[in-house]
C-alpha cells in the first residue's frame, strides 16, 4: 500500500501558515552547556513553521473516512497496515489544541471526520459494564480495550464538542466516562486493560494510562461540571501521588504532569486525600528526573538537547510537553526549577526542529529518530526513515504549547 494524500504538493502547508506568526518575547537566559538555545524572534518564527508544517502532514494524512496514514516508510512510501486507536486519539487531541490556539478550518474538519471514524469504527457498547467501551480492534471485533484510549478519546472527543458544539452527543462523552469509572478501583487506581469475555486484567498496567484517564475525567467534567467525574480524578491523581511518595526516584509520567496542569483549578472542588503541596511535589520530582536526562554534551551535535541516547524524537517531545504543563502550576517561588526548565524546553524545541522533516512530499511529518544518515546510500539508522502519527502528534503538541507559552507577549 503506498499513501497518495501525503504526496500532495507541500504547498498546501502555506494554508496553515498564515496563523503562525510570532510575537516578539523577552530574550530568555542562555545555557552554558549547550551551542542551541532557542533566543529569538526568528526562532518562534521557526517552531510556528514547524506547526504549520507538522498540522498540513497530519491534515493530509487524514483520509476522507477520517483514518491516518498510521505509519509511514519514507523512503518506500508504503504504509502500515496495523493501526492504533490510542494514537488515533492522540492525533485527534493534537488537532484540538491546534485549532483552540489557531482556530482553523482545516484542522476543525479533520478532527471532526477522525472522530467520526473512531465513533463509527471502535466504539460500541460493552456489556458487562453497561457502556461503550473504545475497543483496540474495529468492530464487530471487539473483545479488547484500553483505558488509555477511552482517556484519550475523552480529551479528543470533548475537544471535538469545544470546537464544533453539538457535534459529539453528550451520552456518548457521558457513556466513554461510565467505562472509565468502572475501571477505576475504591482506592482511586485503574485497571490498565480490559477484556470482554473475562472482565478488567489484573496482570497487566500501564505507566501513562492512568495520566490519560485523569487527563479524559477532567476534560468531561469542563463538559458537563458534573461532579462525579472531578471525584474521579481527584481519587485518581491522589492514588498516584500517595503510592509514588516513597520510591526513590519517579517514572518519567508526562501524562501526569499534564493531567495535573488541568486538574489544579479545580482542587479546592474536591476531597482530595492528598494535599495540593504533594501534588505538586509529585510533580517537581518528575520535573527533575526529566532534567537530568537531558543530553546537554555529546560528540555528535545531533543528539544536544534531546533525551534519548539513541536520537529518538518522540521521548523528547513528549518529556517538553510534561515539562510546559508543569511550569503552568509551579509555584512562582520555584524560580531556579523553573529556570532549568525553560532553560531545558528551549533545546528540546530546537532538537526537534532539527529533526522535523521540512521539504519534499512528507515535510512535517517527523522520524521515530533524530539521527538521519550522512549518506543516501548506507541507511544507518532505518528508523530515520519511519514516521507515526503519534510522533508528529507529541512533537506538535509541544510546539504548540511551547509558542502559547513563550511567544506571545
Not at 70 to 92: C, P, Q
Not at 374 to 394: E, G, N, T
Request: net charge positive; aromatic share 10%.
Amino acid at each position: 500500500m503506498v499513501i497518495s494524500n501525503l504526496t500532495r504538493s507541500v504547498s498546501s502547508a502555506a494554508l496553515w501558515l498564515t496563523f503562525a506568526s510570532p510575537s516578539a518575547i523577552a530574550q530568555p537566559r542562555a545555557a552554558p552547556e549547550s551551542r542551541r538555545v532557542i533566543s529569538s524572534v526568528s526562532d518562534l518564527t521557526k517552531t510556528s513553521f514547524a506547526i504549520g508544517t507538522a498540522a498540513a502532514y497530519l491534515e493530509r494524512s487524514c483520509d476522507a473516512r477520517g483514518r491516518f496514514a498510521y505509519s509511514v516508510d519514507t523512503d518506500s512510501g508504503k504504509v502500515s497496515r496495523s493501526y492504533n486507536i490510542v494514537r488515533h486519539a492522540g492525533a485527534i487531541y493534537a488537532f484540538a489544541m491546534l485549532n483552540r490556539f489557531h482556530p482553523h478550518a482545516n484542522a476543525a474538519n479533520a478532527m471532526l471526520r477522525a472522530s467520526e471514524f473512531m465513533r463509527e469504527n471502535y466504539i460500541s457498547r460493552d456489556a458487562r459494564s453497561d457502556a461503550p467501551a473504545v475497543w483496540s480492534r474495529p468492530v464487530p471485533a471487539n473483545r479488547e480495550a484500553e483505558l488509555g484510549a477511552a482517556g484519550l478519546a475523552l480529551v479528543a472527543l470533548a475537544g471535538v464538542q469545544q470546537a464544533k458544539p453539538g457535534s459529539i452527543p453528550s451520552e456518548t462523552l457521558q457513556g466513554i466516562g461510565k467505562f472509565v469509572l468502572f475501571l477505576q478501583r475504591p482506592d482511586g487506581s485503574f485497571y490498565s486493560k480490559y477484556r470482554a469475555d473475562t472482565g478488567p486484567v489484573l496482570e497487566w498496567q500501564s505507566l501513562y494510562y492512568p495520566g490519560e484517564a485523569i487527563l479524559g475525567l477532567v476534560s468531561l467534567y469542563q463538559s458537563d461540571r458534573s461532579q462525579k467525574w472531578l471525584n474521579a480524578a481527584a481519587k485518581g491523581l491522589g492514588y498516584l501521588v500517595a503510592s509514588r511518595k516513597g520510591s526513590q526516584e519517579l517514572p518519567p509520567d508526562h501524562w501526569a504532569l499534564i493531567a495535573t496542569a488541568e486538574f489544579l483549578p479545580y482542587y479546592q472542588q474536591n476531597s482530595c486525600s492528598v494535599s495540593r503541596s504533594d501534588i505538586v511535589q509529585h510533580a517537581m520530582r518528575i520535573c527533575n528526573r526529566f532534567l537530568k536526562e537531558q543530553i546537554t554534551k555529546s560528540s555528535d551535535d545531533r543528539l544536544i538537547g534531546g533525551f534519548d541516547p539513541a536520537g529518538r524524537t518522540t521521548p523528547t517531545a513528549i518529556r517538553l510537553e510534561g515539562l510546559l504543563a508543569a511550569l503552568e502550576f509551579l509555584p512562582p517561588g520555584e524560580t531556579a526549577l523553573r529556570g532549568r526548565i525553560k532553560e531545558a524546553v528551549d533545546r528540546g524545541i530546537d532538537f526537534l526542529l532539527r529533526a522535523q522533516i521540512t521539504s519534499g512530499p512528507y515535510a512535517g511529518g517527523m522520524p521515530e529518530s533524530a539521527l538521519k544518515p550522512k549518506s543516501v546510500v548506507f541507511r544507518a539508522d532505518p528508523q530515520a526513515y519511519k514516521v507515526r502519527i503519534d510522533y508528529v502528534q507529541h512533537s506538535l503538541c509541544a510546539w504548540l504549547r511551547y509558542e502559547n507559552m513563550f511567544g506571545k507577549k
